[in-house]
């Protein structure tokens, strides 16, 4: 079946620090690849998401290229600020499928000043 | 659109009560998900709709849990009875269609606490 592999958390910088979260993914056929972004207190919203192969999603500074060849779609930031602080999930769901969404573990990132 | 809306935001109960929590998905959309999310297990799928039909409840723990979905605007999902593992947040997300993929659109969740 379909599945999701991100980092281990807690991803800790300092502010203006380079970020990247690692995800990899297991699909049985053509995925669409999404990040979510979790802020405390609140519910899942989409960040950015790339539907085919070499697509680049980009949303607030965040940008993960669709690596179909290392079955990969890693999450970057140039410069992380203190707000990005939240936990990140990658998720995919199968297109011409179920479209039912399967997420990873989520990785809690905290910046400090 | 207001978003999806979830109520209560907090909910305290003792062990063996009734709960019930509401959901109204976003108008126009074609799907409702029910998560439950926990430090230990992470975010689990509890069961999904598809135009107000029940698809799959294979994520629901055990027959105390039963979700509903009366009509297009509205979903509820109740525990009976309550026990204190069952305490957690419980999100609702609905999602359509758009760019050749379904996005997930997630309300502020219902935060439980089971005594």
């Known amino acids: 079946g379909d599945s999701v592999t991100q980092m281990e958390g807690p991803v800790t910088l300092s502010e203006e620090a380079f970020l990247t979260i690692n995800c990899t993914y297991t699909?049985?056929?053509?995925?669409?690849l999404f990040w979510y972004v979790q802020y405390p207190g609140e519910g899942l919203q989409l960040l950015l998401k790339?539907?085919?192969?070499?697509d680049k999603g980009s949303n607030k500074g965040f940008e993960a290229t669709y690596r179909k060849e290392t079955t990969s779609f890693h999450l970057e930031k140039g410069s992380v600020q203190v707000s990005d602080s939240a936990v990140y999930f990658c998720?995919?769901?199968?297109?011409?499928?179920?479209?039912?969404?399967?997420f990873g573990r989520g990785t809690s990132l905290i910046v400090h000043p | 659109d207001a978003g999806v809306i979830q109520s209560p935001r907090h909910e305290v109960t003792e062990m063996g009560q009734e709960v019930t929590l509401r959901c109204k998905p976003i108008?126009?959309?074609?799907?409702l998900f029910w998560y439950r999310q926990t430090m230990m297990r992470g975010l689990e799928l509890l069961i999904y709709?598809?135009?107000?039909?029940?698809?799959?409840d294979s994520g629901m723990p055990e027959d105390r849990f039963s979700a509903k979905m009366p009509n297009a605007s509205f979903s509820t999902l109740k525990i009976q009875p309550s026990e204190p593992r069952d305490s957690a947040v419980y999100f609702c997300?609905?999602?359509?269609?758009?760019?050749?993929?379904?996005?997930?659109?997630f309300g502020p969740g219902t935060r439980l606490t089971v005594t």
């Open positions: 997300a609905s999602s359509f269609m758009s760019g050749g993929s379904y996005e997930q659109y």
């Open positions: 699909a049985t056929g053509y995925p669409s």
């Open positions: 790339a539907t085919k192969a070499d």
């Open positions: 998720a995919l769901s199968e297109q011409g499928g179920s479209y039912i969404p399967t």
């Open positions: 108008s126009g959309h074609d799907y």
């Open positions: 709709f598809n135009n107000n039909v029940p698809i799959d």
